[in-house]
């Protein structure tokens, strides 16, 4: 079965209410519409540390995670905005990434290369395409596909403070963009599974 | 007098209605309470040849808009969201204000040194934050400099079509920021016209 | 046949020498390794009127352009760095893309899902990380597929002046990553041609 | 006397070599040359929470650098380039200086402003101008000034491996950059701390 695996980089540990993990459980929901598994992460509840390796060592926690990101065929990743940015540990999970440039499959691709990723955004500020652009080329550089329309957010007017989790229901506008985005993401990894993509 | 010009990037020829033109000259006008002059050029009524020479030749309309830059203290850097970045107008000032890189006063100084920008961003779409980030960076390098919080923007929520020229009346937030942005640009401009930076 | 359509957003009209051209040239011969065809358009040899319509009248050039686009199974969008930035043609390209978010076909699918698009990004500064990120994200929202590695790039040491053009010969990093980019674009565009996204 | 405080983001704890911390420190003697006093932290050596908060708590080492942030005129933003993005460590920074927002002195002004901030920027690969626009826009909002020519970074060629670190000298360009920079940082810092921003 096709599996999904939700990074969300929310600054705060469980059990505080996150907006990202609203807005990401809607496209896990969409996504099993589509027959698509799916599982949240919350990486701050992890040690997760600085570097460049795929093992930091000395307590690390990113090792358990990568083996689920290894596992599932779909990655979500779900920020929030700070100051316009994706999160730091947003950043930190694109920078442990960083190490599968080197590692291959047999064939010699990319060990990411065949799998499909997609932004999730939310803030109570603007923010949401640069976060969106910034993420599509990390996730890219590292070997996963990005979807037609492979991204969804949700913002407030500007300077406001309202966040995901407080409005009375979900927008519409946000509502159709996550259907969309959880067919097309549920289409491609599926067609890259039966059809990875060629070896050098 | 200390004096202003905002380069209005919209993508709409005069007499189009502009939101970048009504937040501009709210920020000309708060300029105004401190003794600072204002002027706006709509940068679509002028042909501005592409190119990053200071005279691309053969009815290229920048020359005249290079003066005007030159005679003022303050540049305003008015422009719209689109696909999350700045116009392609105002890009093109951008790379038009590359030519001053190689140009220096008397001292040695670039040309634009002593000078100060900021930016106005509008968009029923967000990306104001990554504009900002972009206008303050490129203006940065060609010599302006950038006062406290030298940004002022609206939008809209997520993926909603109402426009800054729309609204019943001017957010409060907006009109703080605002005013804000009006005395602290006044302040720098001024302390740069008097003390300017020293020579190399 | 798949076919693949370059959009050559250099400031400089045919026929100045073109870095852009060069790198996508090489995209284009290493595309036809996989049985694709193709055509490079330098838009600044364009009227490309300012504005986010199918066609903004009064000898507006963009109409014959879109054809081309739509009649192409991939776009690889070419942009020169001025200022860190994609080039302000490449920006208007993207602007008049923005048309394309309302237009669907008979299945009520953006008229532009299930084609496949690549950055190529030259320059003498840096930029090219953040540019390929932008478009990555503006190609992205009006229906575009990125592969796996969807971008290449190059660019000199910090603060140096030499073009790609310049290069006594092609850097090996470049050759493979152009390869790479475009083993994974030819497949991805045939799979997606094959197997469109589903409708709605 | 004047003082300047570098924030050195590399993800490498003391006392591993950093590039980061080489051009801090030139950046320091040049702005010694013009009377300002520097110290340098090394942000990775201490416990910086995730947050929004002055104090996390539970340990929190951030209040000891916010007293040396507010006791400086000058901050110094250094950060690496990892997948063209400023670190996850210098994203921690800012975030954690979001919460100065709501701070202001007894005049009502932002408790950062009327202080300078300039980046510096290292990586082998691309991405400096788009990191030190997302500083510049960050340090920007919560109220720091930015200096004509604020910024001074080095990166290699495309796709190279080489460190600032590994370079047999300082390129001509980067001391000149970096003497700039300290020009106008100084002169901008004093002038700015003998004649506040007015209150509002």
């Known amino acids: 079965m096709t599996h999904a695996l939700v990074l969300n980089c929310t600054l705060k540990p469980s059990p505080a209410p996150s907006s990202c993990a609203l807005l990401a459980q809607q496209v896990l929901d969409a996504l099993a519409d589509h027959d698509v598994s799916g599982e949240q992460l919350r990486i701050a509840d992890f040690d997760v540390k600085p570097g460049v390796d795929k093992d930091m060592g000395d307590g690390d926690e990113w090792p358990g995670i990568r ?31 960083d190490a599968e440039l080197s590692e291959t499959d047999d064939a010699g691709r990319p060990i990411l290369a065949g799998k499909v990723a997609v932004a999730v955004v939310l803030g109570n500020e603007d923010g949401a395409h640069a976060i969106t652009a910034d993420l ?20 407030g007017e500007a300077m406001h403070t309202v966040d995901y989790n407080d409005l009375p229901e979900t927008p519409e506008k946000v509502a159709q963009t996550t259907a969309t985005l959880a067919r097309n993401t549920a289409h491609l990894a599926k067609l890259l599974r039966a059809q990875p993509y060629p070896a050098p």
Chains 1, 2, 3, 4 share one sequence.
């Not at 065929?73 to 950043?91: E, F, K, R, Y």
């Not at 080329?137 to 949700?154: A, H, K, M, N």
């Open 67 to 97: 083996a689920k990101i290894l596992a599932a065929d779909i990655l979500v990743l779900a920020t929030p905005t700070w100051m316009g940015h994706m999160s730091s540990i947003a950043q930190r999970v694109l920078e442990r990434l």
């Open 136 to 155: 599509f080329q990390g996730l890219g550089d590292v070997g996963y596909s990005i979807p037609s329309q492979g991204g969804v957010y949700w913002n």
